[in-house]
T-cell receptor, first 115, second 112 residues
């Protein structure tokens, strides 16, 4: 059973461009979480999605950021008109069910660099 | 949310037992204590979770005193591969509150 997959692993964008980060959860997992990590800091929660629904987006910036998890295909985190401050590692995690007893399994991350 | 405080960094020699303590004075009744491990350029990995007293698995032990205001992650006989950042998380993480809140963690370096 393959783990959580994220692509690309590294992404370079110029200011003003769009960044699309993809996350394929583990097989059988219908819950996806996105986190952002700045250098030398811990991960910060962004958004929690279940198939076709956003459950909690309390950590998502109100502008330029959006996330989806369609019925078919990977979850997408989209950042429009990127700025230098968006440079970070973005991690996706998945779990089979909701609630405390369901461990979140993390992917290897996408490292976004904005020039 | 309960705030956690951990040492920024620790060094230890191979083969020793390492104990990392986390303070969480404002822990709530429904909160659990969870530890994650993160290697460089990788996502975090769950290590252990507990509510009170002691929990042990094949990787580590977690000691939680009766007042639950702190917890200690114990790694027996560490090796070089245990060099990583260790995060202490506190929260109920139950339905509707699944998001994990990470602090800055403890950077553990194992010395040969």
């Amino acid at each position: 059973n393959a783990g959580v997959m994220q692509n690309p692993r590294h992404l370079v964008r110029r200011r003003g461009q769009e960044a699309r980060l993809r996350c394929s959860p583990m097989k059988g997992h219908s819950h996806v979480y996105w986190y952002r990590q700045l250098p030398e800091e811990g991960l910060k929660f962004m958004v929690y999605l279940q198939k076709e629904n956003i459950i909690d987006e309390s950590g998502m910036p109100k502008e330029r950021f959006s996330a989806e998890f369609p019925k078919e295909g990977p979850s997408i985190l989209r950042i429009q008109q990127v700025v230098r401050g968006d440079s970070a590692a973005y991690f996706c995690a998945s779990s089979p069910l909701a609630g405390r007893d369901n461990e979140q399994f993390f992917g290897p991350g996408t490292r976004l660099t904005v020039l | 949310l309960a705030k956690t405080t951990q040492p920024i960094s620790m060094d230890s020699y191979e083969g020793q037992e390492v104990n990392i303590t986390c303070s969480h004075n404002n822990i709530a009744t429904n909160d659990y204590i969870t530890w994650y491990q993160q290697f460089p350029s990788q996502g975090p990995r769950f290590i252990i979770q507990g509510y009170k007293t002691k929990v042990t698995n094949e990787v580590a032990s977690l000691f939680i005193p009766a007042d639950r205001k702190s917890s200690t992650l114990s790694l027996p006989r560490v090796s070089l591969s245990d060099t990583a950042v260790y995060y202490c998380l506190v929260g109920d993480h139950d339905f509707g509150n699944e998001k994990l809140t990470f602090g800055t963690g403890t950077r553990l370096t194992i010395i040969p």
